[in-house]
């Protein structure tokens, strides 16, 4: 680990993040593209991507559901093509599947509107005019014999769907090790495991101090060593995900902190009848009534991994950290539970009615962050930026942190990390 005011000369690029973490891979992975600049990326895991791999859908989404000026929108879009483009040059296993958000008769006006909307969707001004005469997001509105056909085993009761050519599944795992790879390849990018973050302050240096500018001393731990090392860095950002906001949070006073909610999701394994020949991903269309709310969770789906297992989930329960908050909070919450699977076939039945309790079986748990909580509406990805020196922001030492970062953020990671390059870059960093 590299520490001490020698480092302090070049500038320094880091990067915390924890285990699954396919965004802190994807932006050091773009940083480590900069000769001129060092980016090491903090991981407090053995390995890379470990349990990040097992806790989402896996699904590379077409940018269907979000506000078209939106930031989530933008990102999936351009990341969905980065992320095709990298797993045909990198051989990263994937399948452009397709998607059906299938609805009942009395649904048929959310897939309209979904088309509707997808059809105003443009390309991000990042695309090159190649790609500008095909829509950005495409979809089809299906009749009922179009969508039967397609798949024999949903029930009669749906009375069409809105086809997602552009949606696909990806194995996240090999896409991480991928980012991983370029960065140890890399001429300025270093990966230092087993080694977390315990200490972040704001290094703001006094006049007659002839130590080079602002910026950040961030202490780390390794292994079981006893005392931290310190990195100073003119530029960190943080993408760690689910508990970053809790780090911000305690950089400001009480009254300018930012609410946080967390929401679990569960997924059931599922072999047995009432599936035949499944091909594509399948959404049902999302709660709305009562408190419930199409952003907060698309439905319980099914989605396909690249064996062919069908899965369903992921469903939707709130949880809240106790005041205080044990570090073994999110572990508690990330184990399956029996409990879930009959709500889940209930879910379920409304459009696959062959699909048996029985089959079902609790697979793994994701937790996803919240910026809003339970019956509001949209909220996007945030970017936040602080400065050392809040009195001197024109010092450009950012920590930029990522918060929110929830579905799509897996298919947007590369589109992200373009994202905080430009922040970073437009902030006079370079
Ligand atoms: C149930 C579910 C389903 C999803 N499905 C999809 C999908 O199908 N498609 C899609 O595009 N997206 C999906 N997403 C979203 C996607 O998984 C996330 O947006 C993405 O994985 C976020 O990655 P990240 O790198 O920002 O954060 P994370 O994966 O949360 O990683 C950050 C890590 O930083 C670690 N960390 C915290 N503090 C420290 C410290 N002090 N030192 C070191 N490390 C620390 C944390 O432990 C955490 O594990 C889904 C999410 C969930 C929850
Ligand atoms: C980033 O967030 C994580 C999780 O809250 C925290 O442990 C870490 O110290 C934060 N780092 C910075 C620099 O804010
Ligand atoms: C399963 O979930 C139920 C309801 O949320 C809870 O009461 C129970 O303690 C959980 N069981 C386990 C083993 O976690
Ligand atoms: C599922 O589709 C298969 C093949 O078309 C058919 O034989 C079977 O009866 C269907 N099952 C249900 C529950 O629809």
């Not at 993408?239 to 305690?250: E, H, K, Q, R």
């Not at 999110?330 to 029996?338: C, D, G, I, M, Y």
Request: proline share 7%; charged share 20%; glycine share 8%.
């Amino acid at each position: 680990m590299v520490s001490g005011p020698s480092q302090a000369s070049t500038s320094l690029f880091v990067i915390l993040s924890l285990k699954p973490c396919v965004v802190g891979l994807a932006i050091a992975r773009s940083l480590s593209q900069l000769v001129d600049k060092s980016t090491i990326l903090v991981e407090r895991h053995t390995r890379a991507g470990q349990e990040t791999s097992s806790r989402n859908s896996e699904v590379i989404h077409a940018g269907l559901y979000y506000p078209p000026e939106s930031l989530k929108t933008r990102l999936c879009i351009r990341g969905r093509e980065l992320l095709y483009d990298r797993c045909e040059s990198c051989n990263i296993p994937f399948r452009k599947t397709g998607k059906l958000v299938v609805a009942t008769e009395k649904q048929r006006p959310y897939i309209e509107t979904l088309h509707a909307k997808a059809q105003k969707i443009v390309w991000p001004s990042s695309f090159s005019s190649t790609h500008r005469d095909e829509p950005a997001v495409p979809t089809q509105l299906l009749s009922r014999a179009e969508t039967r056909q397609m798949e024999p085993n949903l029930s009669d009761e749906i009375a069409g769907a809105l086809w997602s050519p552009a949606t696909g599944i990806i194995d996240s795992h090999a896409l991480m090790e991928s980012l991983e790879a370029d960065i140890i390849d890399s001429e300025s990018g270093d990966l230092v495991y087993s080694t977390r973050v315990v200490r972040v302050d704001p290094y703001t240096p006094s006049v007659s101090d002839d130590t080079p500018g602002h910026g950040w001393v961030v202490q780390t731990v390794t292994g079981d060593a006893e005392e931290p090392d310190a990195i100073f860095t003119k530029t960190l950002i943080n993408a760690s995900g689910l508990s970053a906001p809790l780090i911000v949070n305690s950089l400001h006073p009480e009254a300018e902190r930012m609410p946080l909610f967390y929401a679990r999701g569960s997924y059931a394994k599922y072999s047995g009848p009432g599936i035949a020949g499944i091909s594509h991903l399948i959404y049902p269309c999302p709660e709305t009534e009562g408190n419930a709310h199409g952003f907060q969770s698309l439905g319980t789906h099914l989605t396909l991994d690249l064996q062919g297992q069908v899965r369903f989930g992921p469903d939707l329960q709130w949880i809240s950290p106790a005041d205080g908050e044990d570090a073994d909070f999110w572990t508690k919450h990330l184990v399956a539970n029996e409990s879930i699977l009959e709500g889940m076939h209930h879910a379920v039945s409304r459009y696959l009615p062959g699909v048996t309790l029985e089959g079902l079986q609790p697979d793994y748990v994701g937790v996803r962050p919240k910026l809003i909580g339970p019956g509001s509406g949209f909220k996007d990805f945030v970017f936040r930026t602080d400065y050392p020196d809040t009195a001197r922001e024109s010092e450009y030492s950012p920590l930029i942190s990522l918060l929110g970062i929830e579905s799509p953020g897996l298919t947007a990671s590369l589109a992200i990390a373009e994202h905080v390059v430009e922040i970073m870059l437009g902030q006079g960093t370079g």
